[in-house]
């Protein structure tokens, strides 16, 4: 089992409407959570970070974390096409030095249309 | 303007030719780690730096060399490239190594060996 998993997409929804992404992760001590979004050829950038169980809100954007069932979720309302973007699951696991990983999911494509 | 320089952004060069990716960071951060992105792959890690002269392996580290001897600096070195070494590289830091580790990136190096 990989240790994050996310669906690849593409995942398309009109504009206007809510894109719901997906995450899955292995490690039940996981503590931090968060979405980077990244634009075709361009680096990651943090949108979202979340620690924990619960929504966290910020602007269009909502986390939701659930670690009993470790599961994180990102929600974009009123999507625009600017939106069009990878959207990266990364989830900090910590090792037994008490240094900590960021173990990164494959992506969710997500395509807003017109 | 804080940030994560990398150079160079584009390289093509042959197989067994050595060369090296700089990464510098002018945020005094203390964790350093270099990724390479391929295609249905997601971000891998290939070695990270908690501090200076602290360095250790991630889930790819065959063919890369690194060094830290310096806080804001953290080459990453090919010895012998080969061609499944064509990839994208990002470096990325962050203000520690334990705990929430929110990664900033460089805006990556595109990498191919002929």
């Known amino acids: 089992q990989k240790e994050v998993e996310q669906n690849s997409g593409p995942l398309s929804v009109p504009e206007g409407a809510i894109a719901s992404l997906n995450c899955t992760y292995s490690?039940?001590?996981?503590?931090?959570f968060f979405w980077y979004r990244q634009y075709s050829g361009k680096s990651p950038e943090l949108i979202m970070s979340?620690?924990?169980?619960g929504d966290k809100e910020d602007g269009r954007f909502t986390a939701q974390l659930n670690k009993a069932s470790q599961y994180v979720s990102l929600l974009i309302r009123d999507s625009q096409p600017s939106d069009s973007a990878t959207y990266l699951c990364?989830?900090?696991?910590?090792?037994?030095?008490?240094?900590?990983?960021?173990?990164f999911g494959q992506g969710t494509t997500l395509q807003v249309k017109p | 303007e804080a940030q994560v320089t990398q150079n160079p952004r584009y390289l093509i060069t042959v197989t067994g030719k050595k060369l090296t990716v700089t990464c510098s960071q002018n945020?005094?951060?203390?964790?350093m780690s270099w990724y390479r992105q391929d295609p249905g792959l997601g971000l891998r890690q290939i070695y990270y730096?908690?501090?200076?002269?602290?360095?250790d392996k991630g889930d790819v580290p065959e063919g890369y060399k690194v060094s830290r001897k310096e806080k804001r600096n953290f080459p990453l070195i090919l010895e012998s490239p080969s061609p499944n070494q064509t990839s994208l590289y990002f470096c990325?830091?962050?203000?520690?190594?334990?705990?929430?580790?929110?990664?900033?990136f460089g805006a990556g190096s595109r990498l191919t060996v002929l």
């Open positions: 990325a830091s962050s203000l520690r190594a334990s705990g929430a580790n929110v990664l900033t």
């Open positions: 490690d039940r001590g996981s503590q931090s």
């Open positions: 979340i620690y924990s169980n």
């Open positions: 990364a989830v900090n696991v910590i090792g037994s030095s008490n240094t900590g990983k960021l173990i």
């Open positions: 945020m005094n951060h203390e964790y």
């Open positions: 730096s908690m501090n200076v002269e602290v360095t």
